[in-house]
């Protein structure tokens, strides 16, 4: 993190930073001075000085009232949610310019800024880690004078960037993986990984021309959940990550399902943040259902807080050079990255989907 500030120095961005924000991720506020920042210790002082705040976290209201009129804000927001209108009416109320770091389109150009992959693929990695250290078994193969244990049995339910990376991350631990998108163009990528892809005896293809999933069929979901259920019965873990922007996450695996699990396995799902894709899950907890191990826990980037933060710092780091000129603020509005994740600017929502949902 302290090279991306150094980074920003070098393109005239100057950067100040609240007193101990780097704790978390074993950063000292003197690595930070070093690497040519300014550190705040009260952080009125920090948002009233500055044109542009970086957040990790959503602003919250108390956050927003401390916005000077005219600031800017680069932040998640998931302004298409709506549970977060509040807050980009408030935002436009304030006069402030929102950046929204999780509508930044998902293209190539602009996979560096990319923060819903980089967080996507440490919780893909952690989820792993999580189910391992819950499942009262060994992951890979063993041949041992004290008998030969089987191989646990991974189904990850959602083959995205987080999925991936569970899929890959379980196979190096030794376990045998299926999974199952809707998109079925993930396939190929999930058998390159070594895993094995789950079938649906059907034509329909669920990916938009965004590359993202849309709703299925009743049809569609009706095989699906055969599939599913057929498969989720042979798991020691079960590993979803299924979601749909803007919309509640699917139920993919039911009550029944989870009864039909041997008392032991575990699932960890990875959509609990979006009301989860087990119909057991409580979101942000961790419960016991059916002798079956259900973790919801939000934020599981923070459990691997160093790289993280690295990872975000270096998509800010890539955002801001997109934004910035000469060290100051200057937007394109013609540009489809900057047009993709600006939200509220001068006054009004200038996103035309958000605007349309409030
Ligand atoms: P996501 O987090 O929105 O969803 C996770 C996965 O769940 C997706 O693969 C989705 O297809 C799947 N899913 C949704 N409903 C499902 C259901 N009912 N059953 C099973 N699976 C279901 O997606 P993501 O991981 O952020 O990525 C989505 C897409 O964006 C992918 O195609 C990814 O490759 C693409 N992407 C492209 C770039 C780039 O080109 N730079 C960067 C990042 C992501």
């Not at 967080?119 to 499942?135: F, H, K, P, S």
């Not at 691997?304 to 100051?328: P, W």
Request: glycine share 8%.
């Amino acid at each position: 993190m302290a090279d991306s500030v150094k980074r920003l120095a070098a393109k005239k961005i100057e950067l100040s930073i609240e007193s101990g924000a780097g704790t978390g991720s074993c950063v000292s506020d003197d690595e930070f001075r070093a690497g040519g920042a300014a550190v705040e210790t009260s952080g009125d002082a920090l948002y009233a000085s500055s044109d542009v705040i970086v957040r990790l976290r959503q602003p919250t209201p108390e956050s927003i009232a401390q916005l000077r009129e005219g600031s800017a804000l680069v932040s998640p927001l998931f302004p298409l949610q709506a549970q977060n209108a509040p807050l980009v009416r408030a935002l436009a109320e304030r006069k402030v310019t929102t950046i929204a770091v999780d509508m930044i389109p998902r293209t190539t150009v602009a996979q560096m800024m990319d923060v819903l992959s980089s967080q996507a693929t440490i919780a893909g990695y952690y989820a792993v880690l999580m189910a391992a250290a819950a499942l009262p078994k060994f992951f890979p193969m063993l041949m041992t004078a004290a008998g030969t244990i089987a191989p646990s049995r991974v189904l990850v339910l959602g083959a995205g960037v987080a999925g991936l990376q569970a899929i890959g991350t379980a196979r190096r631990l030794g376990a045998v993986v299926e999974a199952f998108d809707v998109r079925r163009v993930v396939k190929e990528q999930v058998e390159s990984l070594g895993a094995r892809f789950v079938e649906v005896d059907s034509d329909e293809d669920a990916q938009t021309a965004g590359g993202y999933a849309k709703e299925t069929s009743e049809a569609y979901k009706a095989k699906q959940a055969e599939a599913i259920a057929r498969h989720v019965q042979k798991a020691d873990v079960v590993i979803s990550t299924a979601l749909i922007p803007g919309q509640r996450a699917p139920i993919l695996v039911t009550e029944d399902m989870v009864k039909s699990m041997r008392p032991g396995s575990v699932i960890v799902d990875l959509a609990a943040e979006q009301q989860g894709n087990c119909a057991l899950t409580e979101p942000g907890k961790s419960v016991v259902a059916h002798g079956v191990n259900i973790l919801g826990e939000f934020d599981l980037p923070s459990r691997v807080a160093i790289h993280a933060s690295q990872m975000y710092a270096r998509n800010m780091e890539k955002l801001l050079f997109h934004l910035c000129k000469d060290g100051a603020l200057h937007l394109d509005l013609e540009n489809e990255i900057t047009r993709g994740c600006l939200i509220t600017h001068a006054g009004d929502v200038v996103h035309p989907k958000v605007k349309e949902r409030l």
